[in-house]
């Protein structure tokens, strides 16, 4: 989708009938877009801002085979490409596909959720990078490439948006000369709006609370470039984010009567405080002709306290709530290489690549039921007081849960003739994983009522045996109460790849790529196996009709084993956890295609197209949302089921038109269509009727196929020096669920935003 036109730098009157070129780094070195042999889309700032992407889940429309799914106690998404991702958002989880700024591996999935300013680009690189990147790209790769600061240049810019859910939102940018050899580059943003969730009547809350889905982000990023002379080239880069909205809620499914779609019974009000703080650099030395060293290093801690509403209100006088108490993730990764520069017909690579993560965490579920609630007028009572309210709850506390991963990599080109060229990559990575004083608790046991000693674990407080009464041992809580544990995995991953230039506008590929994601740990200390995943794909980059229309074109066939799926067991004695098992066999299949077209110097067509099959060969589990996983007779295998967020056919187009007013000025409408056929939500395609399971209902698993529309109005001056702009996303205001989990015998989902409207102000000094 990435492709910005080059007439808009030129006034009407020298409109150039060519898309620009667009330079990314899919090959750890700039090439340009039309020119890699990649399956890559790149999105530039300017096209994020027309289409008011401000995070990865407004891209995904933007990107062939991407979906985000939103999550509600972690202050994470789940990322997916081509049907693979992972759904286990905890310290435990890895993503399937990474996520990258300026090339920094960011580890949790939390640093997903990061606003997108004052960019470059954004990359998207899609099927396995086992080679030049690696770790956990068995789907792919998101690299946000910022904006660099500009040496002997003076520029600024600001913008400020308003909008419905009393939205406002400011950006600003400044690049500052120092001298002639080192600027700063200064940015910062910050986002705020209602929630779109309203609170049903009798929900208990305090006045003022937040509703869910509210935002409350802010950002900031300095970063300094220093270039003392044509082979020297460093940079470092501080960057600041936070997220205090109130995170995201289930909701119902089917609405009971007078309900509105948004809208929930609550006893939990959501609060989110999560910050990241981050400091990456690079150092860039050409010390011969013809050889480059680049070093790479980042250090992040990200903490967070949240707390949500689990139950939603599916069971008046039920209440679930999650907390994190405390939680701090921080890790630091080293990035050495070495590369060839210049135009010789061999360009090659080397390099070694380290990580280290150490995480803590204090997660805590606490369960209660007032036996005495009323149905009638009044808010519903949470609190147990009578001896046969239930209260209990669970706490799990990790400590130190630790990463330390090593790689090295090298890829070398070499170009047979003039039009030929072959690739060999090659990587080796060894991980380590460790639980060390990982407990999970009980308070006091399950299902416990106030006659028996139930109790609230309550906010914040030490939870010990005597705090909490009991504490189960290894052995006498199914999966154990102890988490300490250790894995070790290590993989070879090869790259090999053809490509043929037919013309100058014209290149073809055709690869063969390996994907590895390391086993894990669970709660208890379960161990689960490596995944691994074979792709074949062939591709056509071109450029037609004096370069006014590019056509990208993948095809791919992708073998995986021991495909690692998350899902959260219940058990009769009422025990939840998140554990993680393979999925011994899976196929995936699909094509792409990516267009941009200039159809004429004022009109223009962007979009995708894309077909995926993505289904289990050979998947023997069980429903955990439904049944008892501990009895063997309840496991089924899946075999010839769809992999979730993998719909069959999905297709965006985005239509725009320029009309030049008296002086130079434009008036552009524009208009973003999005269609995709049925999805599913789970690896379980069906969904037994309400006979067989009660309070169920076929199709709660499945989002059926749906169309979402996006329009937008702006006016810009001349030169481009201001623009005023009015928008409405999901325009036709459709429900998306993003996942969606089984409560209280009830069906709920998570939802994408409801439709919104907006106006946005900018200006470039």
């Known amino acids: 989708m990435g492709s910005a036109l080059a007439q808009e730098k030129a006034p009407p009157e020298l409109a150039v009938e060519q898309i620009e070129k667009v330079s990314i780094t899919a090959t750890k070195r700039q090439t340009l877009l039309q020119e890699t042999p990649v399956a890559v889309t790149a999105v530039t700032q300017k096209e994020l801002d027309r289409a008011q992407v401000k995070d990865l889940a407004g891209l995904q429309v933007m990107v062939p085979g991407l979906h985000v799914e939103q999550h509600g106690d972690s202050g994470g998404v789940h ?50 990078q086992g080679t030049l990147f690696g770790r956990n790209a068995t789907a792919g790769l998101v690299n946000v490439v910022t904006a660099q600061p500009l040496l002997k240049q003076y520029a600024a810019s600001g913008s400020v948006v308003f909008g419905d859910y009393n939205r406002i939102g400011l950006q600003a940018m400044a690049n500052i000369p120092i ?10 943003i910050t986002d705020k709006h209602d929630g779109y969730v309203s609170f049903q009547e009798r929900s208990n809350v ?17 970063t300094g470039l220093w270039r003392p002379n044509a082979d020297i080239s460093a940079t470092l880069a501080a960057e600041y984010y936070r997220d205090s909205g109130s995170g995201n809620v289930t909701l119902f499914q089917q609405p009971r009567a007078g309900q509105d779609r948004y809208s929930a019974l609550i006893d939990t009000p959501g609060v989110l405080n999560q910050e990241n703080v981050g400091y990456r650099g690079r150092i860039d030395w050409r010390f011969v002709d013809g050889m480059e060293l680049s070093y790479i290093g980042a250090w992040s801690k990200l903490t967070r306290q949240n707390a949500s509403d689990n139950d939603a209100g599916t069971l008046p006088g039920f209440k679930q709530e999650h907390r994190t108490e405390w939680s701090r993730f921080t890790s630091y990764s080293h990035e050495l290489q070495l590369k060839s520069t210049g135009s010789g017909r061999l360009e090659w690579i080397v390099g070694a ?7 803590a965490i204090r997660f805590d579920i606490d369960i209660s039921q007032a036996a005495g609630a009323t149905l009638g007028s009044g808010p519903i009572v949470v609190t147990p007081r009578l001896p046969s309210d239930t209260a209990w709850a669970m706490s799990f506390i990790q400590p130190q849960r630790t990463l330390d991963s090593k790689a090295a990599f090298g890829q070398a080109s070499y170009a047979i003739t003039d039009a030929f060229k072959g690739t060999l990559g090659v990587r080796y990575t060894d991980e380590s994983k460790e639980d060390v004083g990982g407990r999970n608790w009980v308070c006091p046991e399950f299902g416990a009522t106030l006659a028996t000693g139930g109790r609230l674990i309550g906010p914040g407080g030490p939870v010990t045996a005597a705090t909490c009464g009991s504490a189960y041992a290894p052995g006498t809580w199914p999966g154990g109460g102890a988490n300490d544990a250790y894995t070790e995995d290590d993989a070879t991953t090869w790259l090999g790849r053809l490509e043929y230039k037919f013309n100058p506008d014209m290149l073809g590929y055709a690869t063969y790529s390996e994907g590895f994601k390391s086993g894990g740990l669970s709660d208890g200390g379960r161990r689960h196996k490596p995944e691994y995943l074979t792709n074949y794909e062939v591709g056509l980059k071109t450029e037609l009709w004096n370069r006014s229309l590019s056509l990208n074109l993948a095809a791919f066939y992708m073998k995986y ?13 009422g025990q939840q956890q998140l554990v993680t098992s393979n999925a011994a066999k899976s196929t995936i299949s699909g094509i792409e295609a990516e267009f941009s077209w200039l159809i004429t110097p004022r009109d223009r067509l962007v979009g995708n197209v894309a077909w995926l099959d993505a289904k289990f060969d050979d998947f023997l589990t069980c429903d955990s949302a439904l049944v008892d996983c501990g009895n063997p007779a309840n496991f089924v295998n899946l075999a010839g089921s769809k992999l979730r967020h993998a719909p069959k056919f999905s297709a965006t187009a985005m ?36 006979s067989v399971v009660a309070g169920s209902f076929e199709g709660a698993r499945r989002q059926d196929a749906y169309t979402t529309l996006d329009l937008s109005l702006r006016y810009q001056s001349p030169k481009a020096q201001w623009i005023l702009e009015a928008f409405v996303l999901n325009a036709t205001d459709e429900a998306v669920k993003t996942d969606a989990a089984f409560v209280n015998s009830t069906w709920v989902a998570f939802y994408n935003n409801p439709r919104t409207y907006g106006a946005r102000l900018s200006y470039r000094f």
Do not use: C, W
């Open 79 to 128: 990322v997916f490409l081509r049907g693979i991702g992972s759904t286990n958002h905890t310290e435990l989880g890895d993503p399937a596909v990474s996520f990258h700024i300026d090339g920094v591996y960011s580890p949790r999935p939390q640093g997903a959720t990061v606003l997108m300013y004052d960019l470059s680009h954004v990359e998207v690189l899609r099927g396995p």
């Open 179 to 188: 001298d002639d050899t080192f600027a700063l580059r200064l940015a910062a």
């Open 206 to 222: 305090m006045p003022g609370a937040d509703k869910y889905m509210s935002q409350d982000q802010v950002g900031a990023r300095a």
């Open 353 to 359: 690549f380290l990580i280290k993560e150490d995480n």
């Open 561 to 573: 084993d021991d495909m690692q799926v998350s899902a959260v067991e219940r058990l009769p004695s």
């Open 655 to 690: 239509y725009e038109h320029e009309f030049v007013l008296n002086g130079g000025g434009r008036i552009i409408p524009r208009l973003q269509v999005h269609y995709q056929t049925e999805s599913f939500l789970s690896e379980f395609n069906t969904t037994p009727p309400s």
